[in-house]
């Protein structure tokens, strides 16, 4: 691990995981996955892509650490009798006993009590550890941390949608969840120079996490490196170490210029579209 940040506690979990979290879907190859893990990245993400090559990397790794790391798979399953059947197939692929997390994926209101069901179903077969939801509409998450047997979110947060800071995380002091950011480049508009303020110096990718991170509320961010060299600029989060007041007001400027311009929402329109249209319900940017 780097000398800005170390292992933490996920919550109350009783999981330690990296601050930096590694997902599945945007092409990131095993090879690369296991170099991650060797410097220090040990939370795996299985989420909606679940790309072969990717979870090759995770199989050969808890085949020689499975306790040293945190395997996460996310459910995106409206049908309680296929949320098994799904968190065998990732049992089966990743050639593990169990997982340490299952994410119920998009939820934008707490999920019916069949699917509930399901998981916990999961947690007394010992398949699945603890378990987190992902939501996009932040008042449903007082809910979510209110019930028994989630142990953690996943909310989307970065320096463009800060909401999080006034919405979610002053609910988190009494049952202490464990938190997963996501999407801290905003699906790369705050790294886009059409988009970005005159006179601002352009963020890194590594200054996008290293923002997110430096809130204490959130345990990991989620990276979607898709090659060797957006991994390691990943990385270099861990060793840039969190942000100054300076740093975090300049990502603030930066952020809020970005989401008040309308091309950068474009992106984030056809992502909430077309979820929109797989799962219903509205989200709150």
């Known amino acids: 691990m780097g000398a800005g940040w170390e292992r933490v506690a996920f919550g109350s979990t009783g999981l330690a995981v990296s601050p930096i979290g590694l997902g599945s879907s945007y092409g990131l190859g095993g090879a690369d996955v296991e170099r991650a893990f060797e410097?220090?990245?040990d939370f795996m993400f299985y989420g909606l892509r679940r790309r072969a090559d990717f979870g090759r990397?995770?199989?050969n790794i808890a085949a020689r650490n499975r306790e040293r790391v945190v395997i996460a798979a996310q459910s995106y399953s409206r049908m309680a009798s296929l949320v098994g059947p799904?968190?065998?197939c990732v049992l089966r692929t990743l050639r593990t006993d169990y997982l340490d997390i299952l994410c119920l994926g998009w939820w934008d209101?707490?999920?019916p009590a069949r699917i509930l069901d399901a998981a916990r179903t999961l947690k007394e077969e010992?398949?699945?550890r603890h378990l987190v939801i992902s939501c996009h509409y932040r008042p449903s998450f007082s809910q979510?941390?209110?019930?028994?047997?989630?142990?953690?979110i996943m909310v989307r947060y970065n320096a463009a949608h800060t909401g999080a800071e006034r919405e979610v995380f002053p609910l988190l002091a009494e049952r202490n969840p464990g938190v997963i950011a996501f999407t801290a480049t905003r699906w790369g508009s705050l790294l886009d120079p059409r988009v970005l303020p005159e006179g601002e110096a352009p963020p890194r990718a590594s200054d996008c996490y290293r923002f997110v991170l430096t809130n204490p509320h959130v345990h990991t961010s989620l990276a979607g490196p898709k090659d060797g060299a957006e991994?390691?600029?990943a990385m270099a989060a861990l060793d840039r170490g969190p942000m100054s007041d300076d740093e975090l007001a300049w990502m603030r400027r930066i952020g809020a210029h970005v989401r008040a311009d309308r091309k950068a929402h474009r992106a984030i329109n056809l992502v909430d579209r077309a979820r929109t249209a797989l799962?219903?319900?509205?989200t709150a940017g």
């Open 57 to 59: 990397g995770v199989a």
């Open 109 to 111: 209101e707490l999920p």
């Open 279 to 282: 799962f219903g319900s509205a």
């Open 144 to 152: 979510m941390i209110d019930t028994p047997d989630i142990g953690g």
């Open 39 to 41: 410097r220090g990245i």
């Open 126 to 128: 010992g398949k699945v």
């Open 231 to 233: 991994l390691d600029e």
């Open 86 to 88: 799904s968190v065998d």
